[in-house]
T-cell receptor, first 110, second 117 residues
Framework: GENVEQHPSTLSVQEGDSAVIKCTYS??????FPWYKQELGKGPQLIID???NVGEKKDQRIAVTLNKTAKHFSLHITETQPEDSAVYFC?????????WGAGTKLIIKP | DAGVTQSPTHLIKTRGQQVTLRCSPK?????VSWYQQALGQGPQFIFQ???????QRGNFPDRFSGHQFPNYSSELNVNALLLGDSALYLC????????????????FGQGTRLTVV
């Protein structure tokens, strides 16, 4: 079946530094690539998404890039803050469903 | 706007029992999807409901069934519970009958934590 690989599984960065999370997908028909943030005990929250007709999208400190040829997309968080600490999931659409990566635990060190 | 609401938030059941979880979609959304999230993993797609019918199903056994009501709310039923069914069950809603591949956003509820003992 289709799958999404996400790296790294854990990422520890100094407060104020940047964080980058990378994902690779397998379904060449995928057109929608959301990123979710999940805090402990809560459901996933959509933070940014990108569609296949664009290569990059930015929203304040968060940006996502997409390379459809290579089938990979990345999340970039700049000027990290303590409240950025959470588990981040990438996903891609495939046949009415979202296929999810395994998640990245982002730790912001003070 | 209340967003996606799920009930109950926590539930403890015994092996072999049956459970029903409930979801109310975000206002204006007519499509509901259910996901199972085991501890430390990403969500796994169970099924999606649109116009009161199951439109797509993931790799889950028939013990997992669902229903969508005319007001777009939905239920997830699990029969003959196993210890391995312990997980966070997430409901997601999308607007206007669009599948994810039609570029519609999916909004998630806070989930129902099911523990099977």
């Amino acid at each position: 079946g289709e799958n999404v690989e996400q790296h790294p599984s854990t990422l520890s960065v100094q407060e104020g530094d940047s964080a980058v999370i990378k994902c690779t997908y397998s379904d060449s028909a995928s057109n929608y690539f959301p990123w979710y943030k999940q805090e402990l005990g809560k459901g996933p929250q959509l933070i940014i998404d990108i569609r296949s007709n664009v290569g990059e999208k930015k929203d304040q400190r968060i940006a996502v890039t997409l390379n459809k040829t290579a089938k990979h997309f990345s999340l970039h968080i700049t000027e990290t803050q303590p409240e950025d600490s959470a588990v981040y999931f990438c996903a891609s659409d495939s046949n009415y469903q979202l296929i999810w990566g395994a998640g990245t635990k982002l730790i912001i060190k003070p | 706007d209340a967003g996606v609401t799920q009930s109950p938030t926590h539930l403890i059941k015994t092996r072999g029992q049956q459970v029903t979880l409930r979801c109310s979609p975000k206002s204006g959304h007519d499509t509901v999807s259910w996901y199972q999230q085991a501890l430390g993993q990403g969500p796994q797609f169970i099924f999606q409901y649109y116009e009161e019918e199951e439109r797509q199903r993931g790799n889950f056994p028939d013990r997992f069934s669902g229903h969508q009501f005319p007001n777009y709310s939905s239920e997830l039923n699990v029969n003959a519970l196993l210890l391995g069914d312990s997980a966070l069950y997430l409901c997601a809603s999308s607007p206007l009958g669009g599948p994810i591949s039609m570029n519609t956003e999916a909004f998630f509820g806070q989930g129902t934590r099911l523990t099977v003992v």
